[in-house]
Nanobody, 116 residues
Framework: QVQLVESGGGLVQPGGSLRLSCAAS????????MAWYRQGPGKQRAELVA????????DYADSVKGRFTISRDTANDTVYLQMNNLKFEDTAVYYC?????????WGQGTQVTVSS
């Protein structure tokens, strides 16, 4: 099993920045990609925000390209999501996901609120 612990959410004004962290532990050798998802208020499904493979390939949702950056610290088994120029519509609960061949593991989520 894989355990994920997210941190770094909070309240920020439009145009501000936050950095989310996701620390992985357990059977991390089975992970082939890590991703950040978010579920906005009133939304029924979480949307993929960004992902990073073990090879370092990154992908982003169109809505965050140029503003968000996903990165990883392999020494500490941690994935980050740097969020810049935040907008009202970025308000959501952000979840970290670890992808393994047989499925995935989710973190508990961290709230990001963009408000003036």
């Amino acid at each position: 099993q894989v355990q994920l612990v997210e941190s770094g959410g909070g309240l920020v004004q439009p145009g501000g920045s936050l950095r989310l962290s996701c620390a992985a532990s357990g059977s991390i050798g089975s992970i082939y990609a890590m991703a950040w998802y978010r579920q906005g208020p009133g939304k029924q499904r979480a949307e993929l925000v960004a992902s990073i493979s073990t090879g370092g390939r990154t992908d982003y949702a169109d809505s965050v390209k140029g503003r968000f950056t996903i990165s990883r610290d392999t020494a500490n088994d941690t994935v980050y999501l740097q969020m810049n120029n935040l907008k009202f519509e970025d308000t959501a609960v952000y979840y970290c996901k670890a992808q393994i061949p047989t499925g995935g593991y989710w973190g508990q989520g961290t709230q990001v609120t963009v408000s003036s």
